[in-house]
């Protein structure tokens, strides 16, 4: 996988294991040992590649305190940025309490892969009023050049037509099924907005502000009708 990324073009991963979703839990202090350990083996096999730890943390009641506990993992544990994953197929109630919370302690939520949420699909003002919270949206390169379907392409582009979209991200899962490449989403990024440096800003100025701890420029949401 990190061979593959870097033949895109790609330098830096931010690796963001699961965890608390039902089926994963990844601590902390275990997701940045086993970071650290990989980034090693990754030097000794001369493969440029830098490694940040994080973790793509599911939706849960409390979330703040699972930061401070070490159970959800921040982007380089700095407690600036979290990955936070919604269910597939629903919204659950407190999700806006939970973001403004976590905002009031200086951490800003980043919203992985809402164009594969069934209930935002259908009405994009959910993602709007998220992101009109302050809450960053990122989605992933395989939505946008149709690996999950027409569908999901179709609403990742509206996303991105109403500036909904701030980061886009390889979401990888394996070499081949789920690689980590972006290069190809970029394209059809900078074609469909006719704005190539826009796209850009998507996969490097946004993410290095995230991983500085700084707060990137990202456009103002539109309100969808």
């Known amino acids: 996988m990190a061979r593959r990324a870097v033949e895109d073009g790609i330098h830096t991963i931010v690796a963001t294991p699961h965890t608390l979703n039902g089926i994963y839990v990844n ?30 943390v599911h939706l849960c009641p409390h979330m703040l305190g699972l930061v401070d506990s070490g159970d959800a993992l921040t982007i380089n544990d700095s407690k600036r940025y979290i990955l936070l994953e919604l269910p597939s197929q629903a919204i659950p109630k407190g999700v806006k309490d939970e973001i403004f919370e976590l905002q009031l302690n200086g951490i800003t939520p980043i919203i992985t892969h809402p164009e594969r949420n069934a209930m935002i699909q259908h009405d994009l003002n959910i993602l709007y009023d998220l992101v009109s919270m302050g809450a960053l949206s990122q989605i992933t390169a395989m939505s946008l050049t149709g690996e999950f379907g027409v569908f999901v392409k179709r609403a990742t582009e509206i996303m991105l037509k109403k500036r909904l979209v701030h980061i886009i991200a390889s979401d990888a899962h394996s070499s081949d099924n789920r690689p980590p490449v972006l290069s190809r989403a970029v394209e059809h990024t900078a074609e469909f907005l006719g704005n190539y440096e826009e796209a850009m800003r998507m996969v490097t100025e946004v993410p290095a502000a995230i991983l500085a701890g700084a707060m ?8 969808t009708k």
Request: aromatic share 0%; hydrophobic share 40%.
């Open 27 to 56: 601590t902390a202090k275990e997701i940045i040992s086993k970071v650290d350990a990989l980034q090693k083996i990754l030097s000794n096999n001369h493969i440029q590649i830098h490694l940040c730890a994080a973790s793509d």
């Open 216 to 223: 990137p420029d990202v456009p103002e949401p539109v309100h």
